[in-house]
């Protein structure tokens, strides 16, 4: 059975840093590519970023770019999430997710991953 446990969310006043990390369990987890979605309150989930399967490879939403940076740590099954000049509009439930098949590059499409996190808030204050 495949689980994502995100971790780390939190408030954090304008400015702020975060990091967040995604533990994977029940899946080759070296195989796959990871991506981060979050959904604001009365919003559609948007993709933040992806990282794929060796981790050679990332990208990222606009709204986050030089900002935000994905990695992984594929010894411990775990992907990071850090998020550094937290903004308001940054506020939201983030979630880990894998890609639904393996040596993927990621994708930005929500469609394209089939395990999800249970999600961690996100709140970034003024």
């Known amino acids: 059975q ?17 990091r967040l990390s995604c533990a994977a369990s029940g899946r080759t987890f070296t195989t796959y ?19 794929n399967w060796s981790g050679g490879s990332t990208y990222y ?14 010894a411990k ?10 903004k308001p509009e940054d506020t939201a439930v983030y979630y880990c997710a894998t890609e639904n098949r393996r040596f993927g590059l990621g994708s930005s499409l929500a469609s394209e991953y089939d395990y999800w996190g249970q999600g961690t808030q996100v709140t970034v204050s003024s």
């Open 61 to 74: 939403a606009d709204s986050v770019k030089g900002r935000f940076t994905i990695s992984r740590d594929s």
């Open 77 to 86: 099954n775990t992907v990071f999430l850090q998020m550094n000049s937290l």
């Open 2 to 18: 495949v689980q994502l446990v995100e971790s780390g969310g939190g408030s954090v006043q304008v400015g702020g840093s975060l």
């Open 33 to 51: 590519a990871m991506g981060w979605f979050r959904q604001a309150p009365g919003k559609e989930r948007e993709f933040v970023a992806r990282i």
